[in-house]
């Protein structure tokens, strides 16, 4: 029996080290991903989007909170519980492709298979069937070191998905890749959250695959929000914040700016621009 | 399924080469040792076996053939023949003497006998007669071939020339062979008149054997009768005590070298991909699942290491050999067998470290770049 949301987060928080040393990367993250969905998770650097994803894919154990796969709480699953339900659950796709290098791509693919625990011909098929809807049907006996990075990306996808998980999660899949090849990668994991129902959840930096998100939330200081829309106060001009070149707080409130000069008029008197908002 | 362990292991060539290599310098090392261990433990009981004698008597509280001296009485003889039982009691005489083949000094274990007796001749011939009479030797053909000894030819036996009249086989005993001379000679050279080192008994039946060992020992006064088997495996000891702990040592170093070679390529090889077994574990492998593989590449190394290794062994016995007789490598199955479980053995140990390690690889890895 499938959950209609394969993975929940309950007030997740994950800190590292301890005493003066302790950094909280996450802080109390309530998160549903429901199937064929397409969750973009953005943030800046070092805001726990990385530790988030991994916790999600239950390879961290949370400080405290609850990850749930299908329903099911894993808090006190054994690591060997653990293996069993990401052989089978959890597809991953990293920002390093991280293919197993002596294997050819169909080999990398039906390993996944294989920890799942299926073997022989039918397997080898399947593998081959998952790149050939990749686009990768010629290049199923090289060796990652002879495909291009967009390949490669494809081949780890292929590997995510031939053993058909409910949850798929992608840790800066477009970093290592072309503007259009990441692009590419992201319309793939799109169209795998919606023609096949999975649950999809995608880290990245890069704004233009945020159109193809079907939902966008913003990490920061390990706090996951719904993805504000900033303005430029001045001149109501739609900013993202990561990219902003310039921005100030005032009354602990941050503002972004598309250029120096609204900033400055901003600066000599905040208060005709928020009253007027 | 996939063989990520053959995988693994054929990508890297030339680190597959070191390990297979070093297994198979170490099964090389070790079954040369064992080889020559058993050559030499074969060739010092093979005289005593086929001298045809069913007891050995010597002199009480004396040990082998080569360390004591056993001397005793013709009247030993005397009173050993009128025991029931006992056919035939022929004197050996034999210790280590030099042979002077033109200016060379070669030693020898010189035996002084009848062939008109049949007991304590020549393990077989190889050319030449095994009929030797006074005046006349028979060289081993170890002897023959590392000093060019023909037959016809005079060396000098303790300040007598005697003339080869044979080569004999199956003598070589490494350090010295056995040559034979006529008893008369052995008498008068050997300064034996009237003693023996041993006597060599044929009984009258098999089954009157031990009759006829117990008889000796209870009856006959100084003397000391042992079956052909037990006197063999006292001569072997002799081996055994003085090569055996050397090659005891000599073995566990080739075993060390054995181990330290696969166990640093395979540990290299599981560091270098402690990505990918990080990826693995991710993807839901647990640790057996990873021993596993790298238990696989340290027993494919250790396989391949341990046949190369037996085939280079053939070759540098048959080498060897043919190049110096004192090197005698003789290999049963069962040794080869137990030198493939040491190269089992080696891969196990070997792992043990690149084992433990996987335990500590954090499947988290796999997000950090
Ligand atoms: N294993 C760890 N031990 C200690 N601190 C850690 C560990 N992993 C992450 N952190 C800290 O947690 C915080 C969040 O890190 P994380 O990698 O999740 O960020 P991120 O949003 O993925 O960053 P980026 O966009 O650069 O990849 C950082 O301050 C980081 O230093
Ligand atoms: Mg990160």
């Not at chain 1, 949301?5 to 590292?16: D, I, M």
């Not at chain 1, 070092?46 to 400080?63: E, F, V």
């Not at chain 2, 005697?162 to 006529?182: E, H, R, W």
């Not at chain 2, 080739?254 to 395979?266: D, E, M």
Request: aromatic share 6%.
């Amino acid at each position: 029996m499938k959950s209609d949301a394969p993975l929940e987060l309950r007030k997740v928080t994950k800190v590292f080290g301890g005493g003066n040393n302790a950094v909280t990367a996450v802080k109390d993250v309530d998160l549903l991903v429901k199937r064929g969905e397409l969750l973009l998770i953005m943030g800046p650097s070092g805001s726990g989007k990385t530790t988030l994803l991994t916790m999600a894919g239950c390879l961290l154990r949370p400080t405290s909170g609850t990850v749930l796969i299908d329903g099911m709480d894993t808090t006190r699953m054994s690591d060997r519980e653990l293996s069993k339900l990401r052989q089978r659950s959890i597809g991953f796709v990293f920002q390093s492709f991280n293919l197993l290098s002596a294997l050819t791509a169909q080999q990398n693919v039906e390993v996944s298979l294989n920890l799942a625990g299926r073997n022989g011909l039918a397997c080898q098929e399947e593998s081959a069937r998952s790149l050939d809807n990749l686009g990768l049907a010629a290049r199923r006996h090289f060796r990652p070191e002879k495909l291009s990075g967009g390949e490669k990306q494809r081949v780890s996808i292929a590997r995510a998905l031939v053993k058909d998980p409910d949850i798929v999660l992608a840790d800066e899949p477009t970093a290592n890749l072309d503007s259009r090849r990441g692009r590419e990668i992201v319309e793939v994991l799109k169209a795998i959250a919606g023609g096949r129902g999975k649950a999809v959840i995608v880290v990245s930096h890069d704004h233009r695959i945020r159109e193809l998100a079907d939902r966008v939330m913003w990490l920061e200081d390990g706090r996951l929000e719904e993805m504000k829309v900033h303005r430029d106060p001045v001149c109501g001009m739609e900013i993202d914040p990561a990219r902003a070149s310039r921005s100030l707080t005032h009354n602990g409130v941050t503002y972004y700016f598309c250029a120096e000069g609204c900033q400055r008029l901003f600066a000599e008197d905040p208060n005709r621009f928020l009253k007027a908002g | 399924m996939v063989n990520i362990a053959r995988h693994n292991l054929f990508a890297d060539k030339g680190r597959l080469f070191i390990s297979v290599g070093g297994v198979a310098f170490a099964v090389l090392l070790i079954s040369i040792l064992v080889g020559l261990y058993q050559g030499w433990s074969r060739a010092v009981t093979l005289y005593v076996h086929s001298a045809g004698a069913d007891v050995w008597v010597r002199q009480y509280g004396t040990a082998d053939m080569f360390h004591s001296t056993s001397f005793m009485p013709a009247s030993t003889a005397d009173r050993i023949r009128q025991l029931p039982g006992v056919k035939q009691a022929t004197p050996f005489l034999g210790r280590t003497a030099n042979l002077t083949v033109g200016t060379k000094q070669v030693m020898a274990y010189l035996v002084g006998y009848d062939s008109n007796d049949g007991l304590g001749g020549p393990v077989r011939m190889s050319s030449g007669s095994a009929a030797v009479r006074p005046g006349e030797v028979i060289v081993d053909r170890s002897l023959a071939s590392s000093n060019d000894v023909k037959l016809g030819q005079t060396v000098q036996v303790l300040g007598k020339p005697l003339k080869v009249v044979g080569i004999s086989d199956g003598g070589n005993m490494m350090i010295y062979s056995f040559a034979f001379i006529a008893r008369e000679d052995a008498e008068d050279l050997l300064r034996l008149k009237g003693v023996a080192n041993f006597y060599l008994l044929k009984v009258e039946s098999p089954p009157q054997r031990n009759d006829v060992i117990q008889s000796v020992n209870l009856q006959v006064a100084g003397a000391d009768a042992l079956s052909v088997e037990d006197f063999a495996e006292v001569n072997r000891g002799f081996i055994d005590g003085t090569f055996l702990p050397i090659i005891m040592v000599l073995i566990f170093i080739g075993f060390g070298v054995g181990v330290a070679v696969i166990g640093l390529t395979i540990y290299a090889a599981t560091m270098e991909k402690s990505r990918e077994f990080g990826v693995l574990k991710a993807m839901g492998a647990t640790n057996g699942m990873l021993y596993r593989v790298v238990l696989q590449q340290a027993l494919v190394a250790a396989v391949l290491g341990y046949v190369l290794g037996a085939l280079l062994t053939i070759a540098v016995a048959a080498t060897a050999g043919r190049a110096s007789p004192m090197f005698v490598i003789s290999l049963t199955p069962a040794a080869m067998a137990g030198i493939s479980a040491v190269a089992i053995l080696m891969s196990l140990a070997a792992s043990f470290v690149p084992v433990n390690r996987l335990v500590r690889i954090d499947p988290a890895i796999v997000f950090r770049s």
